[in-house]
């Protein structure tokens, strides 16, 4: 395929839905269900601008979209293909920021992804989502109230509440997967089988996939907030310092989730032996005790003819014979588990 | 949720208690459970003003004082998220230091942690704590009896000897996991259960722990060594450097701690491998030895007819059959017995 | 072997073919089947030039070429040695890129590699490869259609192009793999056994292999990227970061296929211990239950002489004897069948 | 405790024992016991002075050395508190080098460790450490005999031929652990206990604690080599770099050891988990071939009355009954035995 | 020690045998068993001069050539002491480089290590063998017939040729061990043994070893490459680019044969464990097959008194008793065989 050519490779399902809103320290209109003319109208508008796309698969509009924005064919051909490693490129009117939003699904215990691109530019903000969502419906709140500083501040403190709501957003799946690893713990102590060896490289999986997502946003972000670029001011770098940390807490504890995960295969195993152990002692009792006395007992089955000779079985006709083997059966096994005592196997 | 707004997501109990400690080399002043305005008072006095603050549940009162001495929204905010990692925040008129104050309970084997932030302006350091502690104490006496240099020196010294006194505690967790190890490694070697695995298990994630509040720590102090802001005059560097050596030898104990650790498991794995080896040699020893005599027993104790045909079982009426039959067995056993002698099983 | 000794070290069979193909905006000429004499004429002619050769192994061929182009003796020695570690040279006059062209074979699960060499000049491409291959076909076509920018572009852009078109490739290696991989992890649930084992050995070499292919060439494209060589034109720097990515990107995959990888051995073991506990209960169980009562059964099975005297098994003339050992018997399997109940073992 | 606070943390027995040496190139000069003002007088002569102090426990006289010399009270701190990680101090009239002198015990296998503090100033060498012992006793007679140029350099040469002679001891050390190291590795082929496991553990034990020694040297020596103080003389350099390089070798060394060992308890586990499967084998192969036996055996020894029925046990009175029984167990017992030849159990 | 104390570590055996090579374009000289004073003699001399020193016991030789060429007394120690890091040190008079030589010894599966010392002086260069080698040779070869650029050129090149003949037969050295490595594998695969856990160990141990001779090699030739010193001229250094690339080859093929080699102990550990399990199932099945058989037949071998009650044995008495017995007892040994075949065991 040569570059710059436009493949959409994710979901098609649903209806792209795209909405404006414009804002400054004074107003606040939203367009939902805006065509892709409306948007190319606000380019240049004054005020602020944020034009959210969700769904991605009319390649034609987004390419439209693309080249009136001014975005470089690359950039397009990564919005639309949804295999994207976190990343960003800082062009000269733009930058090109794009990472995962992640959402855990407690039922399925399974991270959700989906890729999320914005495009700063100098007075807006372009949003690209594969699905609609919600995570964004907290800044749409902030902008309708004008709480925070949000409608005072410019198209980049914007970006940074879009970024810093799917960091947020980072440390619930963060939760729902300790919880998680918390429940496999417990297994792990009381009951481990089969289920735990599934469950812990479940978890495992999970972490990895975590990593690759998380790892990446620390570069990104550290790049915006150095100040690469005139189109994040200096007011907003604080801002991305705070967002910053966030990544860098989540990426504490992914690793933090990892050492504990590496940890519990080994420890199944170990509880696995201890168990074969006490099986195995059971089994080796049980057969130590009885195994000779059996044998006894199948001695004084035989059937020699003690009429043939007094040296054949003697003890078959011997008055206390009978008491005899069963006191040295008796002493026998009651040695036997003397020494298990011994032992500690008991 | 907006950045810069307010929540306190730790600890509600307990009763939020101010204290005021002014000083210069002459005078030394305590004003305990002082209000927000008289903290607000000391900004700008003359000598040093230490303002403690024990519990963070009255957002309000920190957010005013929080104005007063002119903090970023984002501070205060970080103050009162108690789920911080460490880090240091160097702005023009205060630096902001946030960390963990760790103490080991010996009873449940167990971190406690608590942080700690403190804001060091230019003659007052402000200290946050989510429960009432008694670490700083030492430092408080220091100040007192002006033992040390301690009323000589400025606001940044103060700050060096309360990150100082959380850092030497650190050393007394340490302390207390070395011991606990070493007492694993007794019942590693000595008796391996499943009470063992559980706590080498525990163990590890202490360390686990320990590791994510000590290594950012390395960094903050690196940072306020390496004079990056003016609130930190240069004879206090040297004993920042002290404290970064110290923090820098805790490191290397965690790391120590989780290298003997990490071989706990598989040792304990080699034990308990080493222990089934033994139980399953004494199994084979009875079973080798008996099954084959209970064999040449059950034979000789099968109907055949002796009557009918002579080839039936002669050995029975034989004269000497019982006791060639004794014989024989036992030069099974012995020679079984001599075997097992041979190949180092008994 | 003195230094610039020209040897092939790889597979001698096929045919050499070399094509050339010239074009600039307005024209493009190939020629299938050139003479060396032919690809030696075109250095220097306006228009880009791309000499393709498939099969190295007429060794005075290739040399010939390289002096006529100005190429270092260490260089052709390195296009000829097909085991060479993937790099970029970068000279006055040309760069020297070498790299590994890698195919999965579905049916072998086997990763196919081949050596690309690429000679970047002015105005000139060189590629030689070990074999008749397609991957650059797309990018023939594209040349032959004049779609994308490629004919408007120079010898820059059309070395990115096939770099990346090899990149890309690597994509379909790492599909084939995950799709193993999945395989295998399934096996590992389901039914572990040998085979599962050598599989996954397998599958950690190919990923070693991948690995060593793919890790130094982050570092290639990297050196080009950054603008070392004024052979590489600004306009062209955007597009190497996008296979930059892309190689970061497989980079990525890989580390995460080993790490999947690296935890598979264990959770085989892990596994088949539980199976093996499994297989232990069961063996115990019947040993438990059967052996005592065997031994039971013996003692009844004893010869003693009742009538000798009262004391010698008078449980055998007793008129409800057979029924309370039965039930004796009964009671016991029953018993022991209600302990493993409660230990969890049925 | 307030910083600069002395207090002395290791072993009180001995006498403390100071001895002061005075050179220059035509005298030489010892005064063995040696007071602190006899100390404190050679200050600023001509010559170069080398006080050494054996035993730590005299606080208030190393204070008040430490004072004359003009040492800050945290170097003093640094000098009694001997479990200080190893590092160098570079003052404006004082180079403080803290690090640990080790000696291996062949017999205990133990590491012995103290700790060597070391005062460059401009003309004299300051040496504390913990008990008398004799690794600088090489260098006393250097001194003594004005063998090499140690008499005609300065207090730098002198302080790198202490630093020399106590890194050549680690490699004694290290030989004395490679020694176990192999008597383990023996014992791990030939006869794997709970004894091995114990000593693979130890010498992990000693590894990490080695480690923790010697890495922090390498920065240490690297420091002062690199000319970070005019103390430091040019020509001395050369010498330095040859320690650092056998440092680097020291370290090379023990992380060689460390790969080792930490393969070694794999080993052991794969080595008993192989001796387990021989254990079973004889076990089964006993079981497997008696079990069958034994049961036969059993059927005939069964009680029916043959007289009631002809479908009664007919065996028992047929004239063949026996041997032809006898010969189906011998088929069945060879039978086995062959299938478990067969699969390379015997 | 002192500094600068010559003694030879080494094997003593063997003669001291002393080559001189001197050549321009135009002539070639060699004088075999040298005397030291010839050596001398061509310092200076135009051209350039090869002193070869096979065997370094004569220490007073070597120290009067050190003295004679100006060598460092810590250089000449250097070269004595055969136990040395490889490393480079460059002096203002001349470049002292020591490194291993390393053959494999196919027979005993064993790496033989030499250390080798290049002295590459203004026109000459002193090059230092334990024993007699064959290394060298094919540089004398290229020597004397004058192929190559050799002659022609510089004491660098020739140092440059030694250098790429040392690590070209590293190479041979990884093949060797890339041989073993499959052979071993083979065996995990097909056998796995006591032996093939030797093995391991065994290509581990080799593996570490070679590692800690080749990757300071990385370094050293990339300080000879960097131009550091003008004793390397800048057209040598594209042949060093070159030595720097195999060298960087050989230790990704080290570092590759290091994570084949740390997975198999877990793979040996897998296959064994599978075949415990396999020896577990077939005593499992035999167990529980014959084991309650053995009990029926036990039941009716007891000798209760049928006359005495109809409620004792009444089943021995019955006409079809006997074969009803067998009847139970085939259904349970065949119910069983088909429950394991159910589990898979079968």
Redesign the interface.
């Known amino acids: ?5 436009l493949v959409y490779v994710g979901d098609e399902s649903g209806v792209v839905s795209v909405s404006v809103t414009d804002y400054d320290e004074r107003e606040y209109r939203v367009r939902v269900s805006a065509t892709m003319e409306e948007c190319v109208l606000r380019k240049g508008a004054p005020g602020v601008t944020w034009i959210n796309i969700d769904g991605l698969h009319e390649v034609a509009q987004i390419e439209k979209l693309g080249a009136c924005f001014g975005l ?1 064919p ?1 950039t397009v051909e990564d919005i639309l293909n949804t295999e ?2 976190p ?1 960003v ?1 800082i062009n000269e009117d733009y930058v090109y920021i794009v990472f995962n939003m992640l959402t855990y699904d407690e039922q399925a215990k399974e991270i959700d992804s989906e890729q999320v691109s914005i495009v700063l530019g100098e007075n807006y903000v372009i949003t690209f989502q594969e699905r609609k969502g919600d995570i964004f419906d ?1 800044v749409r709140d ?1 902008l309708k109230t004008g ?2 500083s ?1 409608r005072r501040s410019g198209a980049d403190y914007l970006a940074y ?1 879009l970024i ?1 709501s799917v960091v ?1 957003n980072y440390f619930k799946v963060l939760e729902g997967i300790g919880e998680d690893i918390e429940e496999v ?1 417990d297994d ?2 009381a ?4 289920q735990t ?2 469950s ?2 479940f978890l ?2 999970e972490t ?2 975590l990593r ?1 997502s998380v790892w990446p946003l620390r570069e990104i972000i550290g790049k915006l907030e150095r100040g690469e670029t005139p189109l994040v001011r200096a007011e907003t770098t ?2 991305l ?2 967002v910053y ?1 966030h990544t ?2 989540v990426i ?1 504890t992914v690793e ?1 989730y990892r ?2 995960i ?2 519990m ?13 006490e ?6 009792i ?3 005790i ?6 006894i ?10 009429s ?2 007094p ?3 003697p ?9 005899a ?2 006191a040295v ?1 008796f002493t026998i096994g009651a040695g036997m588990l003397l020494v298990f005592k011994k032992k ?2 008991l």
Chains 1, 2, 3, 4, 5 share one sequence.
Request: proline share 5%.
């Open positions: 395929m040569p570059p710059g050519e470089h690359l994207q490693r990343k490129d907290a902030r709480k925070g949000v509440c810093d947020d713990e792990l102590m009951n481990p089988d089969k060896v599934q812990i490289h495992k999986r990895i996939y690759k604080v801002y310092r705070d940390d860098v807490q504490d933090t050492d504990l590496s940890g295969i080994d420890i199944h195993l170990s509880t696995v032996s201890n168990r074969m152990n099986v195995m002692k059971v089994l080796t049980f057969a130590a009885f195994i000779p006395l059996t044998f007992a199948g001695v004084y089955g035989m059937n020699f003819d003690t043939v000779s040296l054949n079985m003890e078959l006709n011997s008055r206390y014979g009978y008491p083997v069963l059966m500690k196997w």
